[in-house]
């Protein structure tokens, strides 16, 4: 598996950087025990270590990389990084999707969107629900679509309880999954 190398485009804080080695490697330590043949494993490496490339860009540079102006600039660094992506030749579409929605996530993801959404929330390094998510993380090799239901909805209660925004893709994720 290649190593954790971002692209020269990204822009990145020190703090963004571990937090996205952390979740490479929750997803490169779930592709093996889980047996994830090359390609697959491959794929959710790459969305790792892709996902959050451009977080700490401004909205301004965001959205000079990306034609939405409908979406919200919390969410654009996930959008923006999956097009800058696509101009540069990527081609697999679990790849893309995984990148362009890990923040609200998709109905439609196969397991590489499915791996990021819940590696993004599961990983170590966040400060909240620590047992929680850390039992959560080691039972995903055993029961992935179970701690991905759980995932999504504690997702979906901590943003209901900060009094978030529901993006119509959050909702239209747990519809599939509840």
Known sequence: MSSLVLPEWAIVTDIRRAHIARVTGLLDEWAVTMHLNPAEAQAWHDAGRWHDALRDATPAVLRALLDAPDLPDAILHGPAAAAQLEREGERRQSVLEAVRWHTVGHPEWDRTGRALFMADFLEPG???????????AAQLPHNFDGVFRQAVRQRLEWTLREGNRVFPGTVELWNSVR
């Open 126 to 136: 966040r400060g909240f629900m620590n047992a929680d998510r850390a039992f959560l």
